[in-house]
């Protein structure tokens, strides 16, 4: 059984920066991409970021040159640096495996950026 866990949210003031990890578990076959999403208080769920398979980055445009999407393949975990936090940037963050037609999510980790 293919399970995600998040770690690395919190509470942070503005200018600051976290790191959030997703380690997946289980056998997952030909991952075509691993993504971050988040959903603010009040919105609907947005794409954040996405590292595809052949390592290439794709940021949405409020997070570019702060934010950064990476992998370790060894450990099966893809990671988002988060740096200069702004409270727009409160939500509750999610991981998500594309592979071979399916969607794996993780529980979600939430992110409060207030001073």
């Known amino acids: 059984q293919v399970q995600l866990v998040e770690s690395g949210g919190g509470l942070v003031q503005p200018g600051e920066s976290l790191r959030l990890s997703c380690a997946a578990s289980?056998?997952?076959?030909?991952?075509?991409?691993m993504i971050w999403y988040r959903q603010p208080p009040g919105k609907q769920r947005e794409w954040v970021a996405t590292?595809?398979?052949?390592?290439?980055?794709y940021y949405t445009a409020s997070v570019k040159g702060r934010f950064t999407i990476s992998r370790d393949f060894a450990k099966n975990t893809v990671y988002l640096q988060m740096n200069s936090l702004k409270p727009e940037d409160t939500a509750v963050y999610y991981c998500?495996?594309?592979?071979?037609?399916?969607?794996?999510w993780g529980q979600g980790t939430q992110v409060t950026v207030s001073s």
């Open positions: 590292i595809a398979r052949d390592n290439h980055t």
């Open positions: 289980g056998v997952i076959f030909s991952i075509n991409a």
């Open positions: 998500n495996i594309q592979s071979g037609g399916s969607s794996y």
